[in-house]
């Protein structure tokens, strides 16, 4: 009988044989001979693919880019690991003098791109993670470099990318640390104490206010201290074409409000002046001018969080930059020139041609979404009002405009999610592929990515939007009644209808109740309308399905609001699901013939008196109200359905912490994170806790001199 053995053969080339001493079969060979140059240059696809994706990302909600980042960044990851130590252990590498090159190239690769920094705002509060990580791989390449001894013009090479690469990963770290709450906390402090006068100092403030009092000579004013305003230069605006000049405006607006309000995704506390001045600026805005500086807002965040941008936009930054560019050109002109390459494997030499390639080709990407950013067409603005050169203003002026010809800030990319209410409640019986995938337990994510789609955002939704907005915070007048307008979520909208017949549904239930009972009662009546459907009704219909959206999809963001909201939506919905198998089969374009059946089966007694408080399900409350819209003798009930869901709609964007809106940008633009920053600016937010945020005391003698005397307190 023919038993097998092992032979144990120099590693990388290790294998099992038979009896026989049978010769290694040809996938051996190319295995043997390409795996680990394969890694090396997945290591460079990885980074390119980074690189363009993350350019993607912060604007598109797309799952399918989302899910290709999210590999990219996963894999990219994981193969450094591999590719600084694997190719050493290699046997069929021959000339370890281009494996120390490899190496010092897969640290490199380690210390990530510009585009993408983080992909959640997880990987920022673990940088000490990260740092640990750059410590053990810097170790371990350094040590691959000694044992590979490159000598001579080689070495040159090496140390050069090596530079590059520690420098690097440093920067990474240097940004994972400033992308995090803690970081961008300490970041906001830094710029409050730039942006205002420095902290007098209070005891010895009022020593020398009492003294001089009790002197008799003097008296004391109170006076409230007025915030900085927003100034800009208009006659600027007149070298660019009328088009463009509206973007150079919303672009400075937004960037202005992003650094005086970034403290808002960090639950800062603001005073009643923040709110008036806001509220000065924004209540007399159009919509698509609002959303489009919410927007290049949140475009602004998202690269301060995610990408290289707290680092890219500095001087030190700039000039590493360039600096990195060239020092990898001097290493590949010293390669390409310098270094004897007879003597080295033709294969090795092309990977190693690759590599500098692929890095190159990165640092111009790097260097072109540098020059062609928001950011940098702010720097220049404000560079050019400093400056008298009328030839560098010029070249100025033609870089601002190839940046907003390329990038125009009033693209919108703004897009919400649609989860499919009847094709989830009137689902078959599952196959036996999803009672696999039950199995495995990834049956809600699949149902979340096979019953979503995303649709953009019609302007007369956004209109929609912001007129009930600005017409809660233009009602407002003192702090209780923007305190009521805030927390309101659909009292304001029934009773502004004269619907208070409907009140029930959100006065006399809790948040996750009402939404779940609004959800079911406007798709119900939406089916039962059949086609003669209004363009009202249709965008109440795009608001439902959104909620149901952020309910199945984003469980996480309205758990921190209402913790029951996610459980009464899966427990009403499995009622639904159950209800219509017991009635026939129906598929989902059957939606107006299943809504009247079940609108057939509602009464007016209240379920919790048939069923007890201990069902959690909504259904038939939902049914109640639907029977009621239907049976609502106003024309204007449609528009009074769209304000009570952009109302409670509001209340969830507003009740969300700061830090998880910040989490939701490294998804891409959300409708609720646009709703929750438009709100704050226009006076409808929790974090207005103040009357005032600085008061000066004023001494004022009896002489011809004035003494004055600030004591300011800044929130």
Request: glycine share 6%; aromatic share 12%; net charge neutral.
């Amino acid at each position: 009988m023919e038993t097998s053995t092992v032979i144990h053969c120099p590693p990388g080339s290790r294998r099992m044989m038979s009896g026989s001493g049978s010769a290694p079969s040809e996938f051996e060979k190319l295995w043997t001979l390409w795996h680990p140059r394969w890694l090396i240059l997945l290591s460079c696809v990885f980074q390119v693919a980074l690189m363009l994706l993350g350019m993607l990302r912060k604007r598109s909600a797309s799952p399918v880019i989302q899910f290709f980042t999210w590999l990219c960044y996963i894999a990219a990851n994981g193969i450094s690991y591999l590719t600084i130590v694997f190719p050493f252990a290699n046997q069929s590498i021959t000339d370890f003098r281009l494996v120390a090159l490899w190496a010092t190239f897969s640290l490199l690769h380690s210390g990530g791109i510009d585009t993408l920094n983080a992909f959640h705002l997880e990987d920022n509060r673990l940088w000490k993670r990260y740092a640990l990580g750059f410590i053990f791989k810097t170790v371990v390449c350094v040590s691959v470099v000694a044992q590979c001894s490159p000598h001579g013009e080689f070495m040159v090479a090496v140390l050069l990318v090596l530079i590059v690469a520690i420098c690097n990963y440093c920067e990474r770290i240097w940004v994972h640390r400033r992308g995090s709450m803690d970081g961008l906390r300490e970041s906001s402090q830094s710029y409050q104490e730039l942006e205002t006068s420095p902290q007098p100092d209070y005891p010895t403030i009022m020593d020398e206010k009492l003294r001089l009092e009790r002197s008799g000579h003097l008296t004391t004013q109170l006076r409230v201290r007025r915030l900085s305003t927003f100034s800009f230069n208009h006659s600027f605006l007149s070298t660019f074409p009328p088009s463009m000049a509206n973007s150079v405006e919303v672009l400075m607006k937004s960037n202005w409000m992003h650094h005086r309000y970034r403290r808002h995704y960090e639950n800062g506390r603001f005073c009643s002046d923040d709110r008036e001045y806001n509220h000065s600026i924004f209540g007399h805005m159009s919509y698509s001018e609002a959303f489009q500086i919410a927007e290049t807002e949140m475009c602004l965040m998202h690269d301060e969080i995610y990408s290289r941008a707290p680092a890219l936009h500095r001087r030190w930054g700039l000039i590493t930059r360039h600096c990195f560019f060239i020092l990898i050109i001097i290493s590949t002109f010293i390669f390409l020139v310098f270094v004897n390459k007879s003597d080295l494997p033709v294969l090795d030499v092309i990977v190693t041609y690759v590599l500098f390639i692929f890095d190159l080709f990165v640092r111009v990407l790097g260097l072109f979404h540098f020059w062609f950013s928001y950011q940098n067409v702010i720097g220049i603005i404000n560079y050019i009002g400093n400056t008298g050169s009328s030839v560098m203003e010029k070249v100025s002026l033609c870089l601002i405009k190839l940046t907003l010809l390329f990038r125009p800030v009033n693209s919108s990319c703004l897009s919400m999610g649609q989860f499919d209410f009847w094709g989830c409640c009137l689902a078959h019986q599952p196959s036996r592929f999803k009672r696999c995938v039950q199995l495995i337990g990834l049956n809600r994510e699949l149902e979340n990515y096979s019953r979503t789609k995303y649709v953009p955002i019609s302007n007369e939704l956004r209109d929609s939007i912001f007129q009930v907005l600005k017409d809660k915070s233009t009602q407002a007048k003192e702090a209780p009644d923007y305190k009521w307008y805030t927390q309101s979520r659909g009292e304001w909208a029934l009773t502004l209808g004269n619907c208070s017949e409907l009140g029930w549904s959100v006065v006399s239930s809790s948040l996750g109740q009402s939404l779940c009972i609004w959800i079911i009662a406007t798709n119900l009546y939406h089916a039962s309308q059949g086609s003669e459907v209004s363009a009202l009704l249709k965008m109440a219909k795009h608001l439902s399905d959104y909620l149901l959206y952020l309910l199945k999809v984003n469980p996480g963001l309205l758990s921190s609001v209402t913790p029951d909201s996610v459980n009464i939506c899966n427990d009403t919905i499995e009622e639904l699901r159950s209800f219509f198998p017991k009635k026939g089969p129906f598929d989902k374009n059957d939606r107006k013939e299943a809504s009247l059946l079940i609108l057939k089966q509602c009464t007016d007694d209240d379920p919790r008196r048939v069923r007890g408080d201990q069902m959690m399900s909504e259904l038939w409350h939902g049914c109640i109200l639907a029977q009621q819209l239907r049976k609502l003798d106003r024309t204007d009930k449609d528009m009074t359905l769209v304000r009570v869901l952009v109302e409670l709609l509001t209340h969830i964007a507003v009740g969300c912490r700061g830090e998880l809106h910040a989490e939701l940008l490294a998804g891409g633009l959300e409708l609720v994170t646009v709703v929750w920053w438009i709100a704050f600016q226009l006076g409808l937010s929790q974090s207005y806790e103040f009357e005032s945020g600085a008061i000066a005391i004023t001494v004022v003698p009896s002489q011809n001199y004035i003494y004055s005397l600030c004591a300011v307190q800044h929130w």
